[in-house]
């Protein structure tokens, strides 16, 4: 990946309309059912959980937004001191730079300044198939993360004029790789969702921990061609394609792996309805580099700070004192969701 791609990548995303327009993550048709009897106090109320092996004070994940070209060193060094300060965890954008050029290693080098939260590497699935696997490790131990994301993004790369267009047996390397790091590999897609079928064969393949990275935000397709000079006034079928974040993840969360929702969560509520549908941990990107845009690392922390508060006021109003009991929350399926849900029942 280009450092011209990468840092065009970063100007889209924070100035342009980047999001899916008709299609949405279908959280709308999560309907919470209000306990006017709580019994529970706010500042008693846990958001903890454990993610990768460390704890988490709150269930959030900086998903991968930067990696690999040097304007993004100081965003990545700030978001890695907000994960520490927030007590979340963090996921680095494409190591790939990485593999073309060892000494590029600079960017993602941030465990120094976040000791004490899960940090993930990031390859995808089409570059970590064609190279040794100690090259992948090495991915991973240089940085000392906690995991590797592999991420799937097939839609993004055919949306691309240089983009991959061979997509080769990842099923076969994953197999490998989670024999070399047991428990350490997510994987991830980019904004098109994860089916209950490729959960399943993901899980066979050895894979513990899934990122649904569904539809509703974020649509890649979009922000590729409106890099290859498509007029930000058009819009084609292929800007809404994928799977609905909570479509996907209502599909995977019964596989009985650790799963990440991410793909257009924006608030504390949203997280708050991802937890009780089978999620382990949010994650969230767009809005994380908009924060960052307009406020730095004051911002991100501000922007975290919003949406924890507005988690724990929906624990409180739905009564649940901890992570635990929320996921014990049975919500009502409305609407275009309840749909995906009985598709194969």
């Known amino acids: 990946m280009s450092q011209g791609r990468k840092n065009e990548h970063l100007k889209i995303c924070a100035e342009m309309d980047v999001e899916f327009r008709d299609k949405t993550t279908l959280l709308e048709h999560v309907q919470l059912i209000h306990a006017a009897l709580a019994e529970i106090s706010y500042d008693e109320i846990s958001t ?12 959030l994940l900086i998903s991968a937004i930067s990696g690999g070209v040097q304007s993004a060193q100081a965003l990545n060094r700030d978001l890695a001191k907000a994960a520490q300060k927030l007590g979340i965890g963090f996921c680095l954008g494409s190591q790939r730079p990485m593999l073309d050029d060892p000494k590029r290693i600079g960017s993602y080098q941030v465990r120094r300044y976040a000791p004490d939260v899960p940090i993930l590497g990031n390859i995808g699935i089409q570059q970590a198939a064609e190279v040794p696997l100690k090259d992948i ?11 590797l994301a592999v991420h799937l993004n097939p839609a993004q790369e055919l949306s691309q004029a240089e983009g991959d267009k061979r997509f080769p047996d990842g099923c076969a390397m994953l197999r490998k790789l989670t024999k070399r790091l047991p428990g350490r590999i997510m994987v991830k897609e980019t904004g098109c969702g994860i089916s209950r079928e490729v959960g399943a064969t993901l899980k066979r393949a050895g894979v513990q921990v899934l990122d649904t990275a569904g539809a509703g935000g974020t649509s890649w397709t979009r922000v590729e061609r409106l890099r290859s000079g498509m007029k930000p006034s058009e819009r084609t079928w292929l800007d809404e394609w994928g799977i609905p974040t909570a479509a996907s993840l209502m599909d995977i969360a019964p596989l009985g792996l650790t799963t990440v929702a991410s793909g257009g969560l924006r608030t504390g509520n949203d997280a708050a309805k991802c937890l009780l549908l089978g999620a382990d941990v949010c994650g969230m990107a767009l809005p994380v580099l908009r924060a960052y845009s307009k406020g730095g690392y004051n911002g991100v922390l501000s922007f975290f700070h919003g949406v924890i508060r507005e988690l724990k006021t929906v624990m409180l109003l739905v009564g649940a004192k901890d992570i635990a009991a929320l996921k014990r929350h049975k919500p009502v399926i409305t609407g275009e969701l309840k749909a995906w849900v009985n598709r194969k029942r």
Not at 48 to 59: H, K, N, S, V, W
Not at 138 to 145: F, N, P
Request: hydrophobic share 35%; charged share 35%.
């Open 48 to 59: 903890e959980t454990r993610f990768m092996g460390r704890t988490l004070r709150a269930p």
């Open 137 to 147: 490790e090495r991915l991973v131990t240089s940085v000392e993360a906690d995991g």
